[in-house]
């Protein structure tokens, strides 16, 4: 808020001006696309104390009075320069009202990180705009409102995406900012090493719930490397306690080490029992006190087989594909997908197809059998001949509303599929049937496992973190 003699001087300016308060308000209301507080009176220090209350308003104000308000723009040289001037907020608001479709769960937590304020009620929309205006960030990052128009660009399709870009571009070039800044807001920038949080899921066979093992590690982004172990637990969880002992995890991992939530990958070690498991559905937030959201909607979620991590003799083939996907996985490649849109009596078969060298990525629409063994259906003979990547539907998946599976993933690499499911994970957060409520994806590559199978799934002792 602005200071009393501030405030006084710029309202006795105002009043100067003799303005039409009931027709200025009106107009700064189109031009920030959203209402201010409801008017008690007509006097002009009243509209001059609303638009105090929402950023970028006073500055609006000064420019619909027009450049005879020499008095009142003195005084508003007090207040500060406005993140945004009109002009770019007009811009601004066309671009937005264009990808109001555009969920703004994930783009708004990676604007303002794991710990930030909850998130938004609305979808894309002015509101949101004035409101992330309004947030601080340290000095040496970007402002939450540009951090936000990046992310937004991300999801955006092609044309839009480059008008956003564009608008980000010049705003930071108007502003002077660091030149850092422009990387830090590019997509793909490298922000260095990432936090996993990986999660070991399985059944207890002393119980009737569930055995839970996470630990976390900061990806090593080149080579094979499997990273730097960063903490380790282990617990007996019952059926209905595992969503918040998931969340109690990836607070704990937050909260620690990673500051920003957009750089966390969630890995949820499974045998085929439990591949049906809606992981990514489980809500997540109140550990670190924010709003509930499903896990798949705030960040990425994978799963990884718990089989083939024990089973040495199947590491030869594990590894031979997926070298495939880290050299070819950014490629179109159309006999990289294998897509299944109904079981396969003939397992044999299937397996001397996937093991063709292309095939990288196996689909199926329909849900895999939860018989223990890799020997029992389609997604085991995958996972046996080797695939990395495997996309399953779980039960509850109709291609008859949803469309099918090959369509609904339509991407031109194997590489874009860990994006583009996480996308529909978070469409399908805004209501009603949607495809994205029902996928698994598996991304198991084999390079990032220890060579000991004796430890390769022990969660890692402290000295082991040196």
């Given at each position: 808020?602005?200071?009393?003699?501030?405030?006084?001087?710029?309202?006795?300016?105002?009043?100067?001006?003799?303005?039409?308060?009931?027709?200025?308000?009106?107009?700064?209301?189109?031009?920030?696309?959203?209402?201010?507080?409801?008017?008690?009176?007509?006097?002009?220090?009243?509209?001059?104390?609303?638009?105090?209350?929402?950023?970028?308003?006073?500055?609006?104000?000064?420019?619909?009075?027009?450049?005879?308000?020499?008095?009142?723009?003195?005084?508003?040289?007090?207040?500060?320069?406005?993140?945004?001037?009109?002009?770019?907020?007009?811009?601004?608001?066309?671009?937005?009202?264009?990808?109001?479709?555009?969920?703004?769960?994930?783009?708004?937590?990676?604007?303002?990180?794991?710990?930030?304020?909850?998130?938004?009620?609305?979808?894309?929309?002015?509101?949101?705009?004035?409101?992330?205006?309004g947030l601080l960030r340290p000095p040496e990052q970007p402002p939450a409102l540009l951090a936000f128009v990046a992310a937004l660009a991300a999801e955006a399709e092609a044309g839009l995406r480059s008008e956003l870009r564009a608008?980000?571009?010049?705003?930071?070039?108007?502003?002077?900012?660091?030149?850092?800044?422009?990387?830090?807001?590019?997509?793909?920038?490298?922000?260095?090493?990432?936090?996993?949080?990986?999660?070991?899921?399985?059944?207890?066979?002393?119980?009737?719930?569930?055995?839970?093992?996470?630990?976390?590690?900061?990806?090593?982004?080149?080579?094979?490397?499997?990273?730097?172990?960063?903490?380790?637990?282990?617990?007996?969880?019952?059926?209905?306690?595992?969503?918040?002992?998931?969340?109690?995890?990836?607070?704990?991992?937050?909260?620690?080490?990673?500051?920003?939530?957009?750089?966390?990958?969630?890995?949820?070690?499974?045998?085929?029992?439990?591949?049906?498991?809606?992981?990514?559905?489980?809500?997540?937030?109140?550990?670190?006190?924010?709003?509930?959201?499903?896990?798949?909607?705030?960040?990425?979620?994978?799963?990884?087989?718990?089989?083939?991590?024990?089973?040495?003799?199947?590491?030869?083939?594990?590894?031979?594909?997926?070298?495939?996907?880290?050299?070819?996985?950014?490629?179109?490649?159309?006999?990289?997908?294998?897509?299944?849109?109904?079981?396969?009596p003939n397992l044999a078969a299937l397996g001397a197809q996937l093991w063709e060298e292309p095939r990288i990525c196996f689909m199926q629409e329909f849900p895999p059998s939860e018989e223990p063994g890799l020997a029992a259906d389609e997604l085991g003979v995958a996972l046996t001949m080797g695939l990395p990547v495997a996309v399953w539907c779980r039960p509850g998946f109709d291609p008859r509303t949803g469309g099918?599976?090959?369509?609904?993933?339509?991407?031109?690499?194997?590489?874009?599929?860990?994006?583009?499911?996480?996308?529909?994970?978070?469409?399908?957060?805004?209501?009603?049937?949607?495809?994205?409520?029902?996928?698994?994806?598996?991304?198991?590559?084999?390079?990032?496992?220890?060579?000991?199978?004796?430890?390769?799934?022990?969660?890692?002792?402290?000295?082991?973190?040196?």
């Open positions: 808020m602005l200071g009393g003699s501030v405030l006084s001087a710029m309202a006795a300016a105002l009043e100067g001006e003799r303005p039409d308060v009931p027709s200025l308000r009106t107009a700064v209301e189109a031009e920030l696309g959203l209402p201010l507080a409801a008017p008690s009176s007509g006097e002009p220090a009243e509209l001059l104390r609303q638009c105090a209350e929402v950023p970028g308003a006073l500055h609006v104000l000064a420019e619909l009075l027009g450049p005879g308000a020499a008095d009142f723009r003195r005084q508003l040289r007090a207040v500060g320069v406005p993140l945004l001037q009109p002009s770019e907020r007009r811009r601004l608001l066309a671009l937005i009202a264009r990808a109001n479709d555009l969920p703004a769960a994930g783009p708004y937590r990676a604007a303002v990180g794991a710990a930030g304020p909850g998130d938004p009620v609305g979808g894309v929309d002015a509101a949101l705009l004035v409101h992330l205006e608008w980000l571009e010049e705003h930071l070039e108007r502003t002077d900012a660091p030149a850092d800044w422009l990387a830090a807001l590019s997509p793909g920038a490298a922000r260095g090493s990432r936090t996993i949080l990986v999660l070991r899921i399985e059944p207890d066979w002393a119980g009737d719930g569930y055995r839970v093992s996470a630990w976390s590690q900061a990806e090593i982004q080149a080579g094979d490397d499997p990273g730097l172990a960063l903490a380790a637990a282990e617990t007996a969880v019952a059926a209905a306690d595992l969503p918040a002992e998931v969340d109690r995890h990836l607070a704990t991992v937050l909260a620690a080490h990673a500051s920003d939530a957009n750089d966390v990958l969630v890995e949820c070690i499974l045998p085929k029992t439990l591949g049906n498991l809606p992981v990514d559905r489980w809500p997540v937030g109140p550990a670190l006190g924010a709003e509930p959201l499903p896990l798949g909607v705030r960040h990425s979620v994978v799963l990884r087989s718990w089989e083939r991590g024990v089973d040495r003799e199947l590491r030869p083939y594990w590894s031979r594909k997926s070298k495939r996907l880290r050299a070819h996985g950014h490629l179109s490649d159309a006999k990289a997908v294998f897509f299944l849109d109904r079981p396969e099918r599976l090959d369509e609904v993933l339509d991407v031109s690499s194997v590489a874009e599929l860990p994006g583009l499911v996480h996308r529909l994970r978070r469409e399908a957060f805004g209501g009603g049937e949607h495809p994205g409520r029902h996928l698994a994806l598996l991304w198991d590559e084999a390079g990032r496992w220890p060579d000991d199978p004796a430890a390769r799934w022990q969660a890692p002792d402290a000295e082991d973190r040196g």
